[in-house]
């Protein structure tokens, strides 16, 4: 196992920014660590790299404990944190040979090259870190983030902030790392997790609602969600509340998209509701929910 987190627990004044949440990622795996803003990603993420401890449960890199062990757990981790901090007045090279340095790396030379092929830097390898750009200061933070050759890649929100090319870039240089050290990242966007692996653990308000393979979640997503297009704008309070629906929504044009357990039934209820109050229905339609629709009612839920 590569990275265990065990009941884990950081209580802020009386807010539980990560609520007891377990889970591993196995070696070799590429893990999507996915969640909305505030969902508890970056807390989890520093106290699995050691920078913050936890109010209570256990988190493991490589077996070992990172409260107990903590230089021994570093060792095996490369962390890219939220906030990339870099030295500005410092070169490229300069501060990877730094990075090294701080490893206690021997041979620091071919170390810093070889990090500046794999990352893509070598065109702007000879400037300072301060003339680069948001795509090429990512790059030099996850060159310091690989230069020990970690097990364990951590990278929180890798591509946030960066135009689409440079996303591309990025997540082809997080593709290339997972196919031989294990790689937990975090991100708030669900095509960004989609792009990167196949698996996908979900936080929200410190809780893992899914932790499961892509294409599962793809599979909960089984035909209940039920669209109908009225003609005329229809009251509120007519269509909010149907015993068969879960959830419903509706937008300007007169859409209303209802989620439910019970697409048949739903439907039924939609057409007697319809004859009653004379409405006009355009289109009625049963189809499968997106997996963003999975995402958005995961971490909508107990709003
Ligand atoms: P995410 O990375 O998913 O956006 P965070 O882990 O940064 O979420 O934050 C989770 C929750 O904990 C948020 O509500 C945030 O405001 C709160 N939080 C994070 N750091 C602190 C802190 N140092 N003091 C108080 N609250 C914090």
Redesign the pocket.
């Known amino acids: 196992m590569s990275i265990e987190v065990k009941n884990l627990l950081k209580v802020?004044?009386d807010?539980k920014?990560v609520n007891n949440i377990s889970f591993k990622v196995n070696k070799g795996e590429i893990v999507g660590f996915l969640?909305?803003?505030?969902?508890?990603?970056?807390?989890?993420m520093k106290i699995i790299t050691g920078y913050l401890e936890q109010t209570g449960g256990s988190a493991y890199v490589c077996g070992q404990n990172i409260s107990e062990n903590p230089l021994e757990a570093k060792k095996k981790i490369g962390y890219l944190a939220?906030l990339n901090a870099l030295y500005y007045e410092m070169y490229v090279r300069e501060y990877l040979r730094f990075i090294t340095e701080l490893h206690g790396i021997r041979n620091k030379k071919t170390k810093v090259e070889e990090v500046i092929a794999l990352t893509g830097l070598t065109v702007e390898s000879k400037k300072k870190i301060g003339q680069l750009s948001k795509g090429y200061k990512q790059r030099v933070g996850l060159a310091a983030a690989l230069i020990h050759d970690p097990e364990v890649l951590i990278l929180?929100e890798p591509t946030s902030g960066l135009d689409p090319n440079q996303i591309i870039e990025i997540r082809d240089v997080i593709k290339n790392q997972g196919l031989n050290k294990t790689v937990l990242f975090?991100s708030?966007i669900l095509q960004e997790v989609e792009a990167i692996c196949d698996r996908v653990i979900i936080?929200n308000k410190?809780e893992i609602v899914a932790d499961d393979k892509l294409s599962n979640l793809r599979n909960r997503s089984s035909s209940n969600v039920v669209k109908v297009n009225f003609k005329e704008p229809v009251d509120n309070n007519l269509l909010q509340n149907l015993s068969e629906a879960t959830s419903a929504r509706s937008d300007e044009a007169n859409n209303w998209l209802f989620e439910t357990d019970n697409p048949e039934q739903l439907r039924k209820q939609i057409l007697e509701l319809s004859l009653q109050h004379n409405l006009n229905i355009v289109s009625l339609q049963s189809e499968s929910k997106s997996l963003e629709d999975v995402f958005r009612s995961l971490t909508q839920k107990a709003e």
Not at 35 to 44: C, D, E, I, Q
């Open positions: 802020y004044g807010q920014a969640g909305p803003n505030g969902a508890g990603k970056s807390t989890t939220e929180d975090s708030h936080i410190g």
